[in-house]
């Protein structure tokens, strides 16, 4: 491999690695504002003791995803520096936007909401953890800004004389039709992934103390299991609500893509040969082969979805990869751009890999919905399951959202390919000129290795918490009665 594919796989590696920690923030902020919330409006104790444990989780998440992210960025400059020149005079603004306004809001109120029990007034402190939330949602958005011009390029001219794209309507950027669906279905997925959490986690706990209270003759509903029931059944009712709502903006998403990208709609169903209108496109959801056009068995097959994905007709005409790939030759191979000339893939995506990860995104999304539901349905009526199976549905309920998004953005950046920005600049010409095999590769071991050791911190300090469960009810003391010099006190 060369430095290019070197440098692709360490941006994966640490992107996918970050992204992991980026759903769950945005979902699980919104969660501990509901509980903080619902403890103001009544002040039961136990939407305090919710509050607090998942906040704590939440904190460890926050941590990791904050560390990991900042990389990201620095990329830009040592990895991908002929890039970063190309399109910086449009990507600086949205970055800028999302360090200084959401992620300042994001670490400022963030901190208050830590330090603030006993020291602000109640919905004061309440409104902090909301303050968070926006600005976990407004970070995506400044951040899928970015991104979605990579996908379709708008607001922009390009200059011959530097080479450069230049910014000419940042209200056209940050408006463009890919954001505009792309940040909805990223939200809803976001929920979903926080839902699925705070299922998995409180279902496990609910049935580990309603078998406690079983076997000491307790009353279940006297104990800490009735307050898990409650938690799991509403991030069973957010994850499927959001579920519902992934399913919608993707409906909507899919045929935008099809609209800027056909490429990628074409690859994420391995469709070589173009459907005309009239017959309906098949989607397999199941295929063996080799994918690459040689041989390939449908093994399961839904006549004529795929031509509503990409167009909202059941019998829409689909473009397939060899019209699009000759198509493209004619396009930007005739173009002269040394920018966007690409021989080697004939822009054409990794077949198997956007095939394979378009349908993993949608079977883990409606895995964890069945979930959501199976759990809604067995809590119902005051039930408290212990059904030894639940371990491993709680078990799934906060992986699976989490590998949908993943599996969803392998897909998008991918299916993208040879495209660092569609139309104007291929991934090959957007690699530091200057940086060598060897330290790409060096990078890239560090990364993985530091990075192999963060996830066993994470995952140590995430079951621990886990396991002690929330802590007992302590009433917060008044902020009137507090000293006012007496020192802060980490809450966590």
């Not at 006297?222 to 992934?246: E, F, K, N, Q, S």
């Not at 002269?336 to 883990?364: C, Q, S």
């Amino acid at each position: 491999m060369d430095a290019t594919d070197l440098a692709r796989w360490q941006f994966a590696i640490t992107t996918v690695y970050h992204f992991l920690f980026v759903p769950i923030t945005i979902g699980m902020s919104f969660v501990v504002a509901v509980f903080h919330t619902a403890w103001v409006r009544t002040h039961h104790p136990q939407w305090m003791r919710l509050a607090k444990f998942f906040g704590r989780l939440f904190l460890i998440n926050f941590a990791l995803g904050l560390v990991t992210g900042i990389v990201q960025e620095f990329q830009f400059g040592m990895n991908w520096s002929d890039y970063s020149r190309f399109v910086g005079d449009i990507f600086g603004a949205p970055l800028a936007m999302e360090a200084l306004l959401a992620f300042f809001l994001e670490s400022t109120f963030l901190g208050l909401w830590i330090f603030g029990w006993g020291r602000l007034p109640e919905k004061l402190h309440a409104a902090t953890i909301w303050a968070v939330h926006i600005g976990t949602v407004l970070s995506s958005y400044f951040i899928l800004t970015a991104n979605s011009f990579m996908q379709h390029p708008v607001g922009y001219r390009f200059n011959p004389v530097s080479g450069r794209a230049e910014l000419t309507d940042f209200f056209a950027v940050l408006t463009n039709k890919v954001q505009l669906v792309t940040f909805p279905h990223v939200i809803f997925s976001a929920y979903m992934t926080g839902g699925g959490v705070v299922m998995g986690v409180a279902l496990w706990l609910m049935r580990r103390e309603a078998k406690r209270a079983h076997r000491d003759a307790h009353d279940v509903a006297g104990t800490d299991a009735a307050m898990y029931r409650r938690a799991t059944r509403i991030g069973a009712v957010l994850a499927l609500v959001a579920a519902v709502g992934v399913v919608v903006s993707g409906d909507r998403q899919g045929k935008i893509m099809t609209e800027v990208q056909p490429m990628k709609m074409a690859a994420a169903e391995a469709l070589y040969d173009s459907v005309p209108a009239g017959r309906g496109a098949p989607f397999s959801v199941l295929t063996v082969g080799s994918l690459d056009g040689s041989h390939a068995k449908t093994i399961i097959e839904i006549p004529g979805l795929l031509s509503y994905l990409a167009t909202g007709r059941f019998d829409g005409a689909v473009q397939g990869i060899n019209e699009l790939k000759a198509q493209y030759a004619r396009t930007y191979g005739a173009s002269g751009n040394r920018l966007v000339a690409d021989t080697a893939t004939g822009y054409v995506p990794n077949i198997p890999t956007t095939y394979w990860t378009f349908r993993l995104m949608i079977g883990l999304g409606i895995a964890t919905a069945l979930i959501a539901l199976a759990v809604l349905w067995l809590t119902r009526k005051g039930a408290t399951p212990t059904a030894r199976w639940l371990t491993y549905a709680a078990v799934a309920a906060p992986l699976l959202p989490v590998f949908a998004n993943s599996f969803a953005w392998i897909f998008t950046e991918v299916g993208r390919q040879p495209w660092i920005v569609f139309g104007l600049m291929t991934t090959a010409h957007g690699v530091s000129p200057s940086v060598s095999t060897g330290e790409v590769i060096t990078s890239m071991v560090v990364f993985t290795l530091l990075y192999g050791a963060l996830a066993v911190v994470e995952v140590k300090l995430f079951l621990h918490y886990v396991r002690k469960g929330a802590e007992p009810f302590e009433q917060p003391q008044d902020p009137a009665d507090r000293d006012e010099d007496a020192p802060l006190v980490f809450a966590y």
